[in-house]
Structure formats: structure tokens, C-alpha cells
T-cell receptor, first 113, second 115 residues
Framework: DQQVKQNSPSLSVQEGRISILNCDYT??????FLWYKKYPAEGPTFLIS?????DKNEDGRFTVFLNKSAKHLSLHIVPSQPGDSAVYFC????????????FGSGTQLTVLP | DTGVSQNPRHKITKRGQNVTFRCDPI?????LYWYRQTLGQGPEFLTY????????KSRLLSDRFSAERPKGSFSTLEIQRTEQGDSAMYLC?????????????FGPGTRLLVL
């Protein structure tokens, strides 16, 4: 049973435009969400996170939105740059325990120059 | 560089051999995690240490797998009698205390190929 789902395996966006990556979850116990970026042959790099007490968190070009009632989160990248081309994973966990994260299967973002 | 490091980066072995991987976490982090990632999937949790205590193990961690963190610093993951299905990227992550204690920071991974 996939508790975290990224239904779009790939996304292509023109440089300078907005990239929107989506993620759905089913476990209502999740209360902390993260986005990671991964280049080939490297480990995931932390991008941005959000707690369930918030509905938005912003860090530079990256904004994460959380819709708890829909169990949905999204990552917006504005403006998109060619260097953003990578696989993006969303992950969810439970605060307090700070234990395992559950990851989605990833979305390959390609930013076209 | 004070990030998470893992060694070796690549390992090719024959089926039935034992392999051991090492992870050095960020020095002030007391939490250490092992994950496994296969092609087209996200990382899957294997096990978790707080200091030297192994507090959680996934059902993915069969009895051929063992992990240690003897002094609460570096950790090792050993796979005995490797099988072709063990071929994957093995990722280590560490996390600390404080405001962003939930965030886990990953190393570059060890890619294992079992022939």
C-alpha cells in the first residue's frame, strides 16, 4: 500500500516558467512533509519542508503548499531553471518520533532552455 | 565537507558473498537512518538508530541484514549471503535535534550490484 504517491513520473517545463510537482498521501498520521531533489548517482538533497500546522512554506524560488483536507501537497518552483532538472521526491513523516520517512516514487523534472 | 559520507560508493559482488557498507553521519547528529532505493522508486526505510541504540527495523530488513552503530557515531550495514535482489542503492541519512529535528540529510549512497 503506497502511503505517499506521486502520480506524474515526469514533467517538462520551459525555463522561466513555473514548475508544479504534486504529491498525495493517505496516512492521516503524517504531520511533517519534505521535498528532496536527486541528481543521478547522488543522494537526495533536502529542499524544503512543511509542518501540518501550516499550509504554505516558502524558501526563495521554492514554495510548498499543503492541503490537509485533500491530503495533498505541491511544490512550486518559480522561475524554473535548467539546473532544477532532477528527480523530485516528496516524503512524509510523523513529528516527535523523527523516525522513518515514507517517500513517493519521484517525478523527473526537465527544464527546457 | 561536513555532510554525510558513505563508503564505498560502488560495490560489485558475486551472489553468496558478504558485503559491508559504512556511513559517517554529520558529527552533531544523534539519529542515523538506512534506506534502500531501487530503480524508479523512492527510498525505502530499513532501520533507525538513536545514538547507539537501534530503535526501529523495517520488515524489509531480513535476517541476512545487520546494522550497527557501536559508539553512536559511524554505522555499518552488512548483508550476508547476498542475492541478486539485494542490488540497489543503499542510502544513509542523519538527523539532529533542535528546530529541524525531523529533517534527514542523505549521503551519496552505496550502489550495490550482485552478479
Amino acid at each position: 500500500d503506497q502511503q505517499v504517491k506521486q502520480n506524474s513520473p515526469s514533467l517538462s517545463v520551459q525555463e522561466g516558467r513555473i514548475s508544479i510537482l504534486n504529491c498525495d498521501y493517505t496516512n492521516s498520521m503524517f504531520d511533517y512533509f519534505l521535498w528532496y531533489k536527486k541528481y543521478p548517482a547522488e543522494g537526495p538533497t533536502f529542499l524544503i519542508s512543511i509542518s501540518s500546522i501550516k499550509d504554505k512554506n516558502e524558501d526563495g524560488r521554492f514554495t510548498v503548499f499543503l492541503n490537509k483536507s485533500a491530503k495533498h501537497l505541491s511544490l512550486h518552483i518559480v522561475p524554473s531553471q535548467p539546473g532544477d532538472s532532477a528527480v523530485y521526491f516528496c516524503a512524509a513523516g510523523t513529528r516527535g518520533s523523527a523516525r522513518q520517512l515514507t517517500f513517493g516514487s519521484g517525478t523527473q523534472l526537465t527544464v527546457l532552455p | 565537507d561536513t555532510g554525510v559520507s558513505q563508503n564505498p560508493r560502488h560495490k560489485i559482488t558475486k551472489r553468496g558473498q558478504n558485503v559491508t557498507f559504512r556511513c559517517d553521519p554529520i558529527s552533531e547528529h544523534n539519529r542515523l537512518y538506512w534506506y534502500r532505493q531501487t530503480l524508479g522508486q523512492g527510498p525505502e526505510f530499513l532501520t533507525y538508530f538513536q545514538n547507539e541504540a537501534q530503535l526501529e527495523k523495517s520488515r524489509l530488513l531480513s535476517d541476512r541484514f545487520s546494522a550497527e552503530r557501536p559508539k553512536g557515531s559511524f554505522s555499518t550495514l552488512e548483508i550476508q549471503r547476498t542475492e541478486q535482489g539485494d542490488s540497489a542503492m543503499y542510502l544513509c541519512a542523519s538527523g539532529g535535534q533542535g528546530k529541524v529535528q525531523e529533517t534527514q540529510y542523505f549521503g551519496p549512497g552505496t550502489r550495490l550490484l550482485v552478479l
